[in-house]
Nanobody, 123 residues
Framework: QVQLVESGGGLVQAGGSLRLSCAAS????????MKWFRQAPGKEREFVAA?????????DYIDSVKGRFTISRDNAKNTVYLQMNSLKTEDTAVYYC???????????????WGQGAQVTVSS
């Protein structure tokens, strides 16, 4: 019943921007920490960004995307976003949305995952 659906992926030139969306259903969206992960070809899946439950005033990013990516949420729309600016070729990956029922955005294994959205950054 729980479903996370990513959208907004595609092909973009280096230096460009892209916004990913993840629409959630079947859960009380505001009670979940929302996270973005990515997996590049031949590499392990890695954490990218997280936003805390309710207001989402607390966020967390890996160092490689700080200053370029912004995670946000709209509880009225049950949607979490990842705004990606100044994209680099190394950002190329499948991006996954995930929901975690945890009070701490840095802990807890996500209970639900989306199917992923391809982001390709060309040089």
């Amino acid at each position: 019943q729980v479903q996370l659906v990513e959208s907004g992926g595609g092909l973009v030139q280096a230096g460009g921007s892209l916004r990913l969306s993840c629409a959630a259903s079947g859960l009380t969206f505001s009670r979940y920490t929302m996270k973005w992960f990515r997996q590049a070809p031949g590499k392990e899946r890695e954490f990218v960004a997280a936003i805390g439950w309710l207001s989402g005033s607390i966020t967390d990013y890996i160092d490689s995307v700080k200053g370029r990516f912004t995670i946000s949420r709209d509880n009225a729309k049950n949607t979490v976003y990842l705004q990606m600016n100044s994209l680099k070729t190394e950002d190329t990956a499948v991006y996954y949305c995930a929901a975690s029922f945890s009070l701490d955005i840095k802990t807890g294994t996500p209970q639900y995952w989306g199917q992923g959205a391809q982001v390709t950054v060309s040089s």
